[in-house]
């Protein structure tokens, strides 16, 4: 760490002479640092530990060279990861949400179903950016689930009984199937192929004829 700075001043009308000033005693601030370490192999548990310890609001100063080959590799990793990294986070709480749904059969189609979800405002709000990103190709897992009792808190639980690939529909007012269900913004309304035959997905699986039927079916406490 340098201690002193010596400064030279030049000849000027204000100046006869060269002086040579000696500030002693500096303490210079530290080479600047990203804050990372040392730039480290893909591992996903690692690097959303060393984005939650560095999250800030504020933005670095853009970059185009680098002092070292340490931050540039930092730059060329940490940017790319941390704009997957946030979507994977609101995708797994996403993947923790439950909602209220039922299906309406595609009588065109055997085995062909529309799944109305009724998704609130507020999830709606609190994931906007995420959901932009993850409904760009329209392609959603839809996970059927069914309460049962037992949980270790002595509470109930949730058992996943079928998990279907399904395509999301982005305008359901123009399907003559959901003409009866009125469907409205934020309801999601996806279309999907029941593969499993088993008894519990047929259980998970609640068809009504309208809007109303299910409504009044999700009043009264039914399972959806």
């Avoid at 340098?2 to 006869?16: A, Q, V």
């Avoid at 395509?167 to 469907?183: E, S």
Wanted: glycine residues 6%; negative net charge; aromatic residues 10%.
């Amino acid at each position: 760490m340098h201690r002193s700075l010596n400064l030279l001043l030049t000849d000027s009308p204000l100046l006869d002479l060269r002086l040579a000033v000696t500030l002693s005693g500096l303490s210079l601030p530290p080479a600047f640092d990203y804050g990372y370490g040392k730039p480290k192999p893909w591992d996903g548990d690692k690097y959303t530990e060393l984005w939650c310890e560095n999250v800030s609001s504020e933005r670095f100063e853009p970059a185009y060279c680098f002092d070292n080959i340490d931050d540039f590799l930092t730059v060329a990793t940490q940017a790319p990861a941390q704009d997957v990294l946030w979507v994977h986070k609101a995708a797994c709480d996403i993947r923790q949400s439950r909602f209220p749904a039922y299906a309406v059969p595609d009588l065109d189609h055997d085995g062909v179903y529309y799944i109305v979800i009724r998704l609130p405002k507020h999830f709606r709000e609190a994931f906007s950016s995420a959901w932009a990103r993850l409904a760009k190709e329209r392609v959603i897992g839809v996970v059927f689930v069914k309460d049962q009792e037992g949980s270790q808190d002595g509470g109930r639980s949730d058992k996943d009984v079928a998990k279907w690939n399904c395509r999301i529909v982005n305008y359901p007012q123009g399907i003559n199937h959901l003409a009866n269900h009125r469907v409205v913004f934020p309801d999601l309304v996806v279309r999907g192929y029941c593969r499993d035959e088993t008894s519990e997905s047929a259980e998970a699986l609640k068809t009504f004829p309208s809007r109303d039927a299910a409504e009044e079916a999700l009043e009264i406490g039914e399972d959806q």
